[in-house]
């Protein structure tokens, strides 16, 4: 175990962001590829999660573990960090592979017309005659726009369809209500 790294339960509401590289430097630093192009949690949040990796890499750590954040910034297509506990690159060297979470309620508030992916997993679809169309179950992005994948029942068998994220065939995100209105037919 790192000395100084405490023991913690996940937050309710933690999502993957991320995970450790490597060392970066000799003062401790460490490399994150981060999950997002746009990963402004991992700057905002000064209370990082770690798990260790699922597969490869042993961290010197076991269960969830809480990291406090000194500085991250980005640093080519990576995010490099420095935190409390972590004082050399030894210590930086046992976090690699590390499963990074945070706490939603810590990301920044989006703009207006702007949505975390991981808020719009599991709302209901419906289109503008109240059709309900399934799901979001996930979202892929196919270059210059956002593709929701809908998860729905046809026959009995478990079927997909793809609704681009766009003003043109989205009307309404209403994450209270959990359900996202569209300009789409069952058939298309």
């Known amino acids: 175990m790192i000395p100084g790294l ?8 933690a999502v993957e962001v991320g995970r450790v590289l490597d060392a970066w430097g000799i003062k401790g630093w460490f490399k994150i590829l981060p999950y997002s192009a746009s990963p402004e949690a991992l700057f905002s949040s000064k209370r990082w999660f770690l798990q260790p ?5 042993k961290n010197s750590f076991d269960g969830t573990v809480l990291l406090k954040i000194k500085q991250a910034r980005d640093h080519a297509d990576t995010v490099v960090a420095s ?16 499963r990074i979470f945070i706490a939603r309620s810590s990301f920044p508030t989006p703009e207006e017309g702007e949505y975390y992916w991981v808020d719009l997993i599991g709302l209901a679809v419906v289109n503008r005659e109240g059709v309900a ?9 196919t270059g210059p726009q956002q593709v929701l994948v809908i998860g729905h029942e046809e026959g009995g068998k478990p079927q997909e369809r793809m609704i681009p994220f766009v003003d043109a065939y989205v009307d309404d995100v209403d994450l209270a209500a959990r359900r996202i209105t569209v300009d789409w037919q069952p058939d298309y």
């Open 6 to 13: 405490e023991p913690a339960e996940l937050p309710a509401d």
């Open 53 to 57: 990796a699922e597969r490869g890499a």
């Open 83 to 98: 935190a409390q506990d972590i004082p050399d690159r030894t210590a930086a060297e046992g976090l690699k592979g590390a």
């Open 133 to 141: 169309l399934g799901t979001v179950t996930d979202l892929m992005a």
